[in-house]
T-cell receptor, first 114, second 115 residues
Framework: GQQVMQIPQYQHVQEGEDFTTYCNSS?????IQWYKQRPGGHPVFLIQLVKSGEVKKQKRLTFQFGEAKKNSSLHITATQTTDVGTYFC??????????????FGKGTSLLVTP | DAMVIQNPRYQVTQFGKPVTLSCSQTLNHNVMYWYQQKSSQAPKLLFH???????NEADTPDNFQSRRPNTSFCFLDIRSPGLGDAAMYLC??????????????FGPGTRLTVL
């Protein structure tokens, strides 16, 4: 199935600094989704990107889908302690058995120090 | 308003003792998924139901089985849990929309401990 690679694995920032996580696929993705998982919690859907070159914003979060639809990024401006958690990107599984399933990247764990 | 409910939230079982985890949903979604998530790792899909159609991932061990008696409920059966099966088990649902744009709604998970 399609694989999505995500970097970095960990990121530790001071509160107020910016943060970016990157997601790459070897194949073209029809769409990419981003999820956030707080420590001890479950993944929560953040956003979906569908169009080539699409950019979407949610307050301090900016999501981007590459022109070739093979990469994506999530940028957080002026991080806050509430941003702590693991951010996962996910693309549709290419496995014919998986139907509507998603392939998750390994995630980027963000730690924000006050 | 709970939408995807998992019970129990914590489950302790003994090595080799069968265990069943349950998931229910109030969203009336047609697709239900079971994921296994180990510490500091991404969720790993075990299988999913598209309506009544069961779809097993190729690398899911035979030790893991699932049942979906109706739209609202889905169960994960682990026939003979091993120490390596200790993990968080996440249930998720998605609406019956276009294949390429379905998003998933996760339950809070069941943390399984195997002694």
């Amino acid at each position: 199935g399609q694989q999505v690679m995500q970097i970095p694995q960990y990121q530790h920032v001071q509160e107020g600094e910016d943060f970016t996580t990157y997601c790459n696929s070897s194949t073209t993705l029809s769409n990419i989704q981003w999820y956030k998982q707080r420590p001890g919690g479950h993944p929560v859907f953040l956003i979906q990107l569908v169009k080539s070159g699409e950019v979407k914003k949610q307050k301090r979060l900016t999501f981007q889908f590459g022109e070739a639809k093979k990469n994506s990024s999530l940028h957080i401006t002026a991080t806050q302690t509430t941003d702590v958690g693991t951010y996962f990107c996910a693309g549709p599984s290419g496995n014919s058995n998986s139907g509507y399933a998603l392939n998750f990247g390994k995630g980027t764990s963000l730690l924000v120090t006050p | 308003d709970a939408m995807v409910i998992q019970n129990p939230r914590y489950q302790v079982t003994q090595f080799g003792k069968p265990v069943t985890l349950s998931c229910s949903q109030t969203l009336n979604h047609n697709v239900m998924y079971w994921y296994q998530q180990k510490s500091s790792q991404a969720p790993k899909l075990l299988f999913h139901y598209y309506d009544k159609d069961f779809n097993n991932e190729a690398d899911t061990p035979d030790n893991f089985q699932s049942r979906r008696p109706n739209t609202s409920f889905c169960f994960l059966d682990i026939r003979s849990p091993g120490l390596g099966d200790a993990a968080m088990y996440l249930c998720a649902t998605s609406p019956r929309g276009r294949r390429d744009t379905d998003t998933q709604y996760f339950g809070p998970g069941t943390r399984l401990t195997v002694l």
